[in-house]
């Protein structure tokens, strides 16, 4: 099996030397066909990209060469495969909906509810003063993540909450949403697999 390594090279040397997208189309009339593709609701068009029948045969043996299938094997069998926590990584388990786990279906209702309660005011601040502020303190993808659903999802979100996100560890990134906010009335949200981020601890 070809390296890695060589693989990537061979990527990086047909990344340099493609075509253009009209002379693509031009050469191969089924260009969308071949490089289109839909699963549950999610369609991709990779056709109005550079990419080529090489590339994408590379990509595959990339794939193949990092034991990519064995890895996603390893992920649905709950093997430890986060080795930095030793611990098993059950991203998808969430949405499997009525397969789910029991554990994962009791925690995922938990939170319906208090994002329900939230939004429609009956959970509140310690004075008793309606939450209109939600502070959402991460790093990485705890910060990544819920940054990117709230921003996909703007157009949706309930106009009397605020959603404000606090990664960095400089300390003007909290002193700027603390202003804006009233103790009363803000929510907090510690984003963190393990509790033992420094970043996340230190904010």
């Known amino acids: 099996m070809t390296s890695a390594a060589a693989i990537w090279t061979q990527l990086e040397d047909l990344a340099r ?10 050469e191969n009339p089924q260009r969308f066909e071949n490089f289109s593709l839909g699963l549950d609701g999610i369609f991709v068009d990779l ?11 590379a990509l595959h043996d990339l794939a193949l060469a990092g034991a990519l299938p064995g890895r996603i094997a390893a992920l649905f069998a709950g093997d430890a495969i986060n080795t930095t926590e030793n611990r098993a990584v059950a991203h998808m388990a969430c949405r499997a909906g009525d397969a789910a786990p029991a554990e994962v279906q009791t925690t995922l209702g938990r939170m319906r509810d208090l994002s329900a309660r939230v939004q429609d005011g ?13 502070v959402n303190i991460g790093i990485g993808g705890s910060h990544a993540g819920p940054q990117l659903v709230a921003q996909a999802l703007g157009a949706f979100t309930n106009p009397d909450l605020n959603v404000h996100f606090v990664s960095n560890i400089e300390g003007s990134d909290l002193a700027r949403v603390l202003q804006r906010t009233a103790p009363e009335e803000t929510l907090f949200i510690i984003a963190s697999k393990s509790f033992a981020t420094p970043e996340t601890m230190l904010n």
Do not use: C, D, L
């Open 17 to 26: 030397n493609s075509g253009r997208i009209e002379a693509m189309f031009a």
């Open 47 to 57: 056709s109005k990209t550079t990419i080529s029948t090489k590339a994408r045969a």
């Open 122 to 134: 009956r959970h509140t601040g310690h004075s008793g003063r309606r939450i209109r502020h939600v």
